[in-house]
């Protein structure tokens, strides 16, 4: 009896220590959450209140334009970006990858547009796909469809939509446009890999510990990380775009602007090397109003699918050769969807 006793008592205080371990865990994601919502202030506060006021002592116009276009990207980015990134770690905390095998027809071909178009469901930033499609092999699922998923889960969860169709109000055909085109490009990838892919161009990534954390404390790890890591990008993004509407002379951006195709190219180019991320690039792609509709489409898909971060990422995952390979092929997928949807909707 007294073994008996003394087992419960044990067993009482395991769940008490459990439960404060809960509890101490739901309060550091408050406080990554709320250090959020602080970060977002200060950013709008600095931008808004000491750009102008700097602007207005240097009384130079350039300036004053210069923190205009920023503002206005960074502060209509960055809320869609908390949202996206507390969107991400919650699945990547909480839904197990054998969801989405589940799910996936055993025949490859069907495979890849059913995980493509599992992006619209299963959202996710460009960075947190990359591993997520790594966990996918580990766990069987075919190259074809776990890559179909990498590139579509960035580009067509709802997140990004939305936040295309508020950087393009009264603009429909944009949202669409952006829909298809991503979508078309993640799954021809999907079907082009399954059809030429080769082993020895893949490395598969060995199981990690972190990778495979679920619950409280993953999600509050995935939210700090991803918010900081992203929003650092969005900056970036940010200030480099609107350097180059003040910088860049017009005289410039009519050689480009003249022709569909040097417009497209150049800011499918842009779209790689400011790396700005998925739930913020439309706001970018917004500022460039020089450009034609098209033009700023390929910004807008390229972008999620192929960057500098992006290639890094899948270097260091996947391997060299297939990074090398996989997004040279992406862009010009992807560059060719854009142009072929804007021809057709916009």
Known sequence: ???????????????????????????????????????????????SVLGPTLALDL???????????????????????????????????????????????????????VAGAAGVVLPGCECASVPVAGSLMRRGVAPAAALAFLLSAPAINPVVLVATSLAFPGQPGMVLGRLVASLTTAVVMGWLWAR????????????????????????????QHDFLHAGGFLVLGAAAAATFDIVVPR???????????????????????????????????????????????????????????????????FGRAFAVRFSAVTWAVAVLSSVLVGWWLL
């Open 1 to 47: 009896m007294e073994n008996q006793r003394t087992v419960t008592g044990r067993t009482g205080a395991g769940r008490v220590a459990e439960g404060l371990r809960l509890v101490a865990l739901g309060v550091r994601v408050l406080v990554h959450v709320t250090l959020g919502g602080a970060a977002l202030l200060a950013v709008a506060t600095v931008a």
């Open 59 to 113: 009384y130079t116009p350039p300036v004053a334009a210069w923190w205009t276009v920023f503002t206005a990207v960074a502060v209509q980015g960055v809320p869609f970006l908390l949202l996206g990134t507390v969107v991400s770690a919650a699945i990547g905390a909480f839904v197990p990858e054998r969801v989405l095998t589940r799910l996936l027809p055993r025949n490859q071909a069907l495979a890849v547009p």
């Open 196 to 223: 030429f892919g080769r082993a020895e161009w893949l490395r598969l990534p060995k199981r990690s510990i972190g990778t495979e954390t679920r619950g409280l404390r993953a999600f509050g790890a995935g939210l």
């Open 251 to 317: 005289s410039v951006l009519d050689l480009f602007t003249g022709s569909a195709w040097l417009s497209v190219l150049l800011l499918a180019v842009l779209a790689v090397v400011l790396c700005v991320c998925s739930e913020a690039d439309a706001f970018v792609a917004a500022s460039l109003s020089g450009f034609s509709p098209t033009a700023r489409l390929a910004f807008m898909v390229v972008g999620p699918m192929v960057d500098l971060k992006l290639i890094a990422l899948q270097a260091g995952t």
